[in-house]
């Protein structure tokens, strides 16, 4: 009798938010929606400007503002596209992909805790719980909710951990009473590091659960990625980065002083160089990169304060500095760098 072994791969459903880039609301709502769905954080939230201004016209390298959020819609290749807030639709080009409204995503999810659209964090959390929890372990994972303040720092917190919509989070926090290991710490840009310890699960690592990114941009996408966290056009740059599948520690040009900051950093460097299989002369290196409100010199200082351990080799270069953001909306740079893909499991430390 013949036989054989059949082995299915599952990926999350793909959903591309487009937003006004100054609407925080609205860009904060996709956060949320994305916190909630398997998978979320690999939805690409997509800035639909009406006007480019100069740092838009220098980062997108003169393409045409509507060519911008096609070509993001394309490269990422999403299931579905989501209009959030006031946004003008209407004159970008989705292909044959059905248009929805944001409160359509998670229309039900009080009723019977399921999303109209995905896989909701409820499923997550009850399969994590039987899963996870089910014995004692030797280092306890800690279920961590972060209690994010309203502020100027607050949207940048919400895209690093993950925020869910208050009506949800408060459901949350009721199931998890008796769940061992859960914490309601408040987070602010000075512990915010702290925070990102790997044993730590926030609601963002939660909602990514159980999925390996298959990165087709480069090898690994190790990324410093220096920012104004008050910046919301910054933020959607470091979303997005975060959604092509890349390894990214977000660093906040009002926190680059913060000593636990720069640890992570140090860590996170010297855990990335390492030889290829491959070719045991070339190393793996972390790049750093800098949005469009930051500049060059900002990164190299940063960079160049660093405690980097001594390469071991010629080339082991351990930081590669970039000046150009990856042109993910571009036509004819996607076929060479592509979008990530998504599979099943692996843990990681962003």
Not at 16 to 29: G, H, M, R, S, Y
Request: net charge positive.
């Amino acid at each position: 009798m013949v036989t054989g072994r059949l082995q299915i791969k599952l990926r999350p459903l793909r959903l591309a938010f487009l937003v006004d880039p100054t609407d925080t609301a609205a860009i904060l709502e996709s956060v949320q929606i994305c916190s909630f769905l398997w998978g979320g954080s690999f939805n690409p939230i997509i800035p639909v400007f009406r006007r480019l201004s100069k740092r838009e016209r220098f980062l997108y390298q003169g393409a045409d503002r509507r060519a911008v959020a096609s070509g993001f819609i394309e490269a990422f290749d999403p299931d579905f596209v989501v209009s959030v807030g006031k946004v003008d639709a209407g004159q970008i080009n989705i292909g044959a992909r059905r248009l929805i409204k944001a409160d359509e995503v998670l229309e039900g999810v009080e009723d019977d805790g399921t999303p109209a659209y995905g896989i909701g964090l409820f499923e997550i959390l009850r399969e994590f719980v039987s899963s996870e929890l089910k014995f004692v372990r030797r280092k306890p994972l800690r279920l961590q909710i972060p209690s994010i303040s309203p502020g100027p720092e607050a949207l940048f917190l919400a895209i690093v951990f993950g925020q869910l919509p208050p009506n949800i989070e408060s459901t949350l926090l009721s199931q998890l009473r008796e769940v061992p290991d859960v914490h309601r710490d408040p987070v602010s840009l000075s512990n915010y590091p702290d925070l990102l310890d790997p044993a730590n699960l926030f609601v963002r690592r939660l909602s990514s659960s159980r999925i390996i990114p298959i990165r087709h941009w480069h090898t690994r996408g190790d990324c410093v990625f220096y920012l104004n966290s008050r910046n919301p056009a910054d933020l959607l740059d470091y979303w997005n980065l975060r959604a092509l599948g890349w390894n990214v520690i977000p660093v906040s040009s009002n926190a680059a002083t913060h000593e636990n900051l720069r640890s992570l950093v140090e860590l996170f460097v010297n855990e990335n160089a390492y030889p290829f299989r491959a070719n045991p002369e070339i190393y793996n290196a972390t790049t750093f990169l800098p949005s469009a409100s930051c500049s060059m010199k900002d990164v190299e200082q940063f960079g160049g304060s660093l405690k980097i351990n001594p390469p071991k080799h010629n080339y082991d270069s351990r930081i590669l500095y970039q000046w150009w953001y990856p042109r993910i909306w571009d036509e004819w740079k996607k076929t060479q760098e592509r979008r990530a893909t998504l599979i099943l499991p692996k843990k990681n430390r962003t």
